[in-house]
């Protein structure tokens, strides 16, 4: 028999399929589907549609599953793989999402406008919708957390202020993401899974706590994981994501990089054509900054990652070129061996 189903986790050459009915089976994957050295890459990731084959009569418990032929997908989100700087090679976390939701915590690890920053270039230029999660707003006053909302706000983004245990702003979050698919993405102990567990308490997922030494949270989540919160038509899914500690930002130009600023599009001209936005005079967005159009920690965040961008652009075309074959000039004389 042959049914069709999404991929709710993965391993190393196996993966784990829902079927219409939310029924969960492992099943292995076609040797033709994974990549030259037998392990699934990019090839199939969380969220991907998959046909699979089982034994007549076989249920979800029984052995004999495998995934056949994995469908188009809508859309990705993907990151510079470990190691890697943007341009180099690049791991695809989930595929077919409706957003991406990234919750950053206001305290207890502090707010780390940074990762905010590349994983909202990283959706724009992968054309992702996002939604910001601020979480632990019981820690901060009311005026900081109107701040750091203003900020997001201000460049478009829907934004939801949280103190989940208290129950604070969950339910206006839950109704956001309902019947779609949302992949979870943040920095750990910024409270993923604390969230998690209050949108949907069946889940009981594991939770950390962050070190009180560095500040930095503890992974709770191993690999990506899909979960259905409700029966309903279309489910409501979230994808739990591994705490990160660094994201690369995958291969964009940087000349491509101020369109993915939301609040600076339509402003301008500049003096200069080719404005960089970062010191140069009759620059409109710098001028859009100076007037609070554009929040500063915004603006300083672009300078960083054109900085970036620039610097890997530049090692990428030194590597080119020390991989060139050298060609002599003509007329050279030859050397002979003695």
């Not at 102990?189 to 009180?212: E, F, H, Q, Y």
């Not at 660094?246 to 600076?264: K, M, Q, S, V, Y």
């Not at 300078?303 to 961008?309: A, C, G, N």
Request: net charge positive; glycine share 10%; charged share 25%.
């Amino acid at each position: 028999m042959t049914f069709a189903g999404v991929v709710a986790r993965c391993d190393l050459r196996g993966v784990v399929v829902l079927d219409e009915g939310g029924r969960a089976w492992a099943a292995a994957v076609r040797k033709r589907l994974q990549d030259p050295g037998g392990r699934l890459g990019n090839a199939i990731v969380v969220g991907d549609r998959v046909e699979v084959e089982a034994p007549d009569g076989a249920g979800p418990d029984d052995s004999g599953a495998v995934v056949v032929t994995v469908a188009p997908r809508v859309n990705r989100f993907e990151r510079a793989a470990a190691g890697q700087g943007p341009g180099g090679r690049v791991q695809i976390t989930a595929a077919n999402l409706d957003r991406v939701l990234v919750v950053a915590a206001l305290r207890d690890p502090p707010l780390r406008e940074g990762l905010l920053d590349r994983i909202a270039v990283t959706c724009e230029w992968l054309g992702v919708p996002l939604v910001i999660a601020l979480s632990k707003a019981d820690l901060v006053t009311a005026e900081e957390a109107a701040a750091a909302r203003s900020t997001y706000e201000r460049a478009g983004y829907p934004v939801h202020v949280l103190a989940t245990p208290r129950g604070e702003g969950v339910a206006a979050l839950r109704a956001a993401i309902t019947r779609s698919r949302t992949l979870v993405v943040g920095h750990s102990g910024v409270g993923k899974s604390t969230l998690l567990n209050a949108l949907a308490p069946a889940l009981d997922l594991a939770i950390g706590r962050v070190n009180a030494r560095t500040g930095k949270g503890r992974h709770t989540t191993t690999a990506a994981i899909l979960a259905r919160l409700d029966d309903a038509v279309p489910p409501t899914e979230v994808i739990d994501t591994p705490g990160v500690r660094t994201f690369g930002l995958p291969a964009i130009a940087p000349a491509d990089l101020p369109r993915l600023f939301p609040e600076w599009r339509g402003r301008g001209p500049c003096r200069f054509a080719d404005c960089a936005h970062a010191s140069e005079p009759g620059c409109a967005m710098i001028s859009a900054r100076d007037e609070g159009a554009i929040a500063e920690d915004r603006w300083r965040s672009y300078v960083r990652l054109r900085e970036e961008l620039e610097a890997a652009g530049q090692r990428r075309a030194a590597a080119r070129r020390a991989a060139a074959p050298r060609v002599k000039a003509p007329g050279a004389p030859r050397r002979h061996p003695r």
